[in-house]
């Protein structure tokens, strides 16, 4: 028969593993239930709406791994706790909190029960490894509620040395003080009419434990000091309402990267990455894993350094950018694709466009399609590349954080994905909505590069328009058969040697001297549909080839895409307008999604009528 977990009881001192973590538990729970509250009151450091979800996510991942079982003592648990918080932490805010609940197990790693004393010695332990990890700290957020309710459990452990129950009481209560002054300490909360949103969730989370403590399940509300201060506050239904340009463009994405090793200095590690000028720097961990966190204008610049120090296991980007934009447009449907479409970047910024990043290997080190590795460095890095690079879809998670994000702001979202059967990115996507409030809707786009493109880009255009996602959604239906994806490879050896195309065209094209064409079929599938005899004037030929066989048209939209082959996507674009009516264009350079599996040289055309 199992044994049965002791409450918390005043005449009980002393806290069991067991005990500790069905505390644990309802903290977690109780900032799950806050998420919405927090990032609709999210301005620090960047107004981007998601301190809500990036620590409900944290806490998440210790829920699923450490809570979810039983550890033989508080020492096991705490360890436990703390690697899952590293391992899983997201966000500014995320990474703090992971920070201290690392520093908790560094303290009490040995003991089998918490007493008083080590309670409070591990508290001071996770604050101080806290704001050791922020580069820069600044007061008024979350590491001042986490000094201040260190600073309580200290004082209250020399009043009352035998009961961890009234010391944390004690505390807490410094602690709801300290998120009510954090708009004192910091001009931009007070200007915004809000508490600090990560503090908060501090406090959410030892109010979550203290609902535990008190004995019932009971709903825990921020009463006196805090709620007056919030009241008073007038905190507005969507945040401040801040706009996009809060957010510096050189420092617009947030990236985040798990490192693994052996013997890892964090304090070299985050000289190293203060040397780039990188914001809202955070260096967590220890010396065996290190989740960084910072804000910075190119992912890959944070990711090179990190990777000098050990391996990178999981490396995340968000734009923040497109995140305000989010916040903004709560009237507006949201539209995702995948960076398999090389979308245009004017594209994406005129209408708000989300891209996941495909995921890149080259040489043993995994990197993001486009804010990792832009398509000019890949085809740099697999000129010299000892191996043949390979792509894989994005993981579910990576589609899970961006749908949580604008569909908590606005109503609905339509995703438009490659081609089912090119690629597992599709299921992917629809994996990684499982299980949402409301889910996007999901568009098999049936093309790849420059045909996906055309199709993101009419979403794009009609959510800009007030258009509702059904009928987006109804309208990519109907121009999926009418787009056209034509692709021309210089040299099919990679498509070969990755099974894209049959074996036995590599020998005939080289004895033929023919430039192979490939095109999307109606069932979204890549096949050879012929060639030209033109090797120097390939493009030309491609230009004609094309136009004898588009179907006539009032107008055409046309996204043309080179990989590493300017001057010849260039001749490519201005012959097709020479020979159709081309209403509108896009050349751009393709990435890893075809360039991979096609080779350098290769040209891409979609072709799709205008609207």
């Not at 909360?189 to 535990?212: C, M, N, P, Q, S």
């Not at 201005?574 to 360039?595: F, M, N, T």
């Not at 080779?599 to 891409?604: D, S």
Request: charged share 20%.
């Amino acid at each position: 028969m199992p044994m049965m977990q002791a409450e918390i009881v005043p005449g009980a001192p002393d806290l069991t593993a067991a005990t500790l973590r069905r505390a644990l538990i309802a903290g977690v729970q109780r900032v799950l239930a806050s998420r919405d509250e927090l990032n609709r009151i999210n301005v620090f450091p960047v107004p981007d709406g998601d301190t809500g979800s990036n620590l409900a996510a944290t806490l998440g991942s210790v829920l699923q791994g450490a809570l979810s079982r039983r550890s033989r003592h508080i020492g096991e648990l705490l360890v436990a706790i703390g690697n899952d918080a590293i391992d899983g932490a997201r966000g500014n805010s995320g990474a703090i909190m992971a920070q201290f609940l690392y520093g908790l197990a560094e303290h009490a790693r040995h003991v089998r029960v918490l007493d008083a004393r080590t309670l409070a010695g591990a508290v001071r332990r996770g604050a101080d490894g806290a704001r050791a990890a922020l580069a820069h700290p600044v007061e008024g957020t979350i590491v001042t509620v986490i000094s201040a309710f260190a600073d309580a459990l200290d004082e209250a452990v020399r009043q009352q040395p035998d009961s961890p129950r009234g010391g944390f009481t004690q505390a807490l209560q410094r602690a709801r003080r300290a998120l009510a002054d954090t708009p004192k300490q910091m001009p931009l909360l007070h200007r915004a009419g809000v508490v600090d949103a990560g503090a908060k969730g501090f406090v959410d989370w030892l109010e979550g434990i203290a609902e535990f403590v008190d004995g019932g399940p009971r709903v825990v509300r921020l009463q006196g000091v805090v709620s007056a201060a919030n009241d008073a506050l007038e905190i507005p239904e969507h945040g401040a309402g801040h706009g996009h340009q809060d957010i510096d463009p050189l420092h617009r994405y947030c990236t985040e990267c798990l490192v693994l090793g052996e013997g890892m200095d964090r304090a070299q590690l985050q000289a190293a990455l203060g040397e780039l000028g990188i914001d809202s720097l955070v260096v967590a961990g220890g010396s065996g894993r290190l989740r960084v966190h910072g804000h910075v204008g190119s992912p890959q610049v944070l990711f090179d350094t990190c990777a000098a120090h050990g391996r990178i296991a999981s490396m995340k980007a968000d734009d923040m950018v497109m995140q305000q934009r989010s916040v903004e447009s709560p009237q507006q449907v949201a539209v995702i694709t995948d960076s398999a479409a090389d979308l245009p970047e004017a594209l994406a910024e005129r209408y708000g466009i989300h891209v996941v990043s495909v995921r890149v290997s080259l040489d043993g080190r995994d990197y993001l399609d486009r804010l990792g590795l832009s398509a000019g460095e890949f085809y740099l890095r697999m000129a010299s590349s000892r191996q043949l690079p390979q792509t894989s879809q994005p993981p579910p998670g990576d589609y899970r954080r961006i749908f949580e994000h604008v569909l908590g702001y606005q109503d609905s979202a339509v995703y438009v994905g490659l081609s089912r059967p090119l690629s597992g990115t599709l299921q992917s996507a629809e994996t990684g909505a499982r299980g949402l409030p409301k889910p996007p809707v999901v568009v098999d786009s049936g093309h790849v590069s420059a045909g996906q493109a055309l199709l993101t880009w009419r979403a794009g255009e009609m959510a800009m328009a007030g258009a509702e996602a059904a009928a987006i959604a109804a309208e990519l239906h109907r121009l999926r058969p009418l787009t056209m994806t034509w692709a021309m490879a210089r040299d099919i050896s990679l498509a070969v040697r990755g099974g894209r195309i049959p074996r036995w065209a590599g020998p005939a094209v080289r004895w033929s001297g023919l430039t192979p064409i490939a095109t999307i079929n109606a069932e979204g599938l890549l096949k050879l549909v012929g060639g030209v005899f033109a090797r120097r004037h390939a493009a030309d030929a491609f230009a004609r080839y094309i136009a004898k066989r588009a179907p006539r048209a009032a107008g055409w939209r046309l996204i043309v895409g080179h990989a590493d082959a300017l001057a010849d996507g260039e001749r490519l674009f201005a012959a097709l307008h020479e020979r159709l009516p081309i209403v509108d264009g896009h050349l751009v350079e393709i990435g890893p999604a075809i360039g991979a599996h096609a080779g350098p040289r290769t040209l891409v055309v979609g072709l799709q009528p205008a609207p």
